[in-house]
Each structure stands twice: as C-alpha cells, then as structure tokens.
C-alpha cells in the first residue's frame, strides 16, 4: 500500500484559491492512477478529480473550470489547484492512489479546507 501524505488545505475566503499537494511514498508513483475525493461531515464522499498515468484527467462537474488536477512524477506529487472557491467547497479533502487493476483506492489522511468570509 503507497504511504500518501497531503498538505495545502486551510482557510480561505470565497473567491480565493488554493493549492493542494499529495505526497506518495512509492518511487513506481508514475503507473498509479492518481486523485481527488472530499468529504463534507455526515456526507458521502465525493470523487473530485482523477489524473491517469497518461495525465488525462476527469472532474466532477461542479468543479470543472475552476479546479485543475497534475501531477508530477519525477516528486512522486500530484496537486490540485483550486481556484474560485465556494462554501460549498468545504470539505476534507483525500488523496488517492490505484495501482493499474487495483479494485481499491489508497487514502491519505486527509487536509481540511475551509471557505468561509
């Protein structure tokens, strides 16, 4: 299982940005297909972006436009850009990993990101 280690959460106001990192432990970091879940309390968990081993990316359509997911395989990190941020953003944010034909994900712990004025 890859170790994934993320930072970059915090408060911030609507409107704002900010840039999340994710940090993973295995230097294989290029075959894994890589992303984005968040979790509001009492809510399920939402898949926000995914970014393959290729880099072709997906987004959940609230999103789209003003977050952007990437990766950089040479620092085993992928990041998501958040741009534009609304309340409705607030969550705890998750990274993941998926080794090709892997049935789960691998979670991070978590960074809680706050939009409020």
């Known amino acids: 299982q890859v170790q994934l280690v993320e930072s970059g959460g915090g408060l911030v106001q609507p409107g704002g940005s900010l840039r999340l990192s994710c940090s993973a432990s295995?230097?294989?970091?290029?075959?894994?297909?890589m992303g984005w879940y968040r979790q509001v309390l009492g809510k399920q968990r939402e898949l926000v972006a995914t970014?393959?081993?290729?880099?072709?990316?997906r987004y959940t359509d609230s999103v789209k436009g003003r977050f952007t997911i990437s990766r950089d395989n040479a620092k085993n990190t992928v990041y998501l850009q958040m741009n534009s941020l609304k309340a409705e953003d607030t969550a705890v944010y998750y990274c993941?990993?998926?080794?090709?034909?892997?049935?789960?994900?691998?979670w991070g712990q978590g960074t809680q990101v706050t939009v409020s004025s």
């Open positions: 993941v990993a998926a080794r090709p034909l892997a049935a789960n994900w691998d």
């Open positions: 295995e230097s294989i970091f290029k075959i894994y297909t």
């Open positions: 970014i393959s081993t290729g880099g072709s990316t």
